[in-house]
């Protein structure tokens, strides 16, 4: 859902802010919750459990949504490039059958939406 919304939306804020959530429902549906954590503490973190470059991409969002300041075309091209590489660095981490198993649990969603998030547990 959010990946179609990040594809299909118009303009480059909505891209980015559903980016953004795409990535973190995914991460949500794995097992890692951000929990108190703030968004840079989380992002690096995923980083170093995924090896991948969520970092860059939340700084780059944290900017966009709070400073009032517009992306430079650079951090606008990384932010729009981020999502693909991201899922598949995330996946091949996981065996086919813990993610499907993950996604097919309710909880983890429930949570995402309507809950607080729970400590993060997972090894």
């Known amino acids: 859902f959010y990946k179609n919304r990040a594809r299909n939306s118009r303009s480059v804020s909505r891209k980015i802010y559903f980016t953004y959530r795409c990535a973190g429902f995914l991460l949500n549906q794995l097992g890692m919750y951000r929990g108190e954590s703030t968004y840079l503490k989380f992002a690096k973190r995923v980083d170093s459990r995924y090896d991948s470059r969520f970092t ?68």
């Open 56 to 123: 860059p991409f939340i700084i780059n969002y944290l900017k966009l949504k709070y400073s009032g300041q517009e992306l430079t075309a650079h951090e606008t091209s990384d932010c729009l490039k981020f999502l693909q590489p991201f899922v598949q660095q995330v996946s091949k981490k996981h065996p086919l059958q813990f993610r499907i198993e993950r996604f097919l649990n309710p909880i983890p969603l429930i949570l995402f939406y309507f809950g607080s998030e729970p400590d993060d547990t997972t090894t």
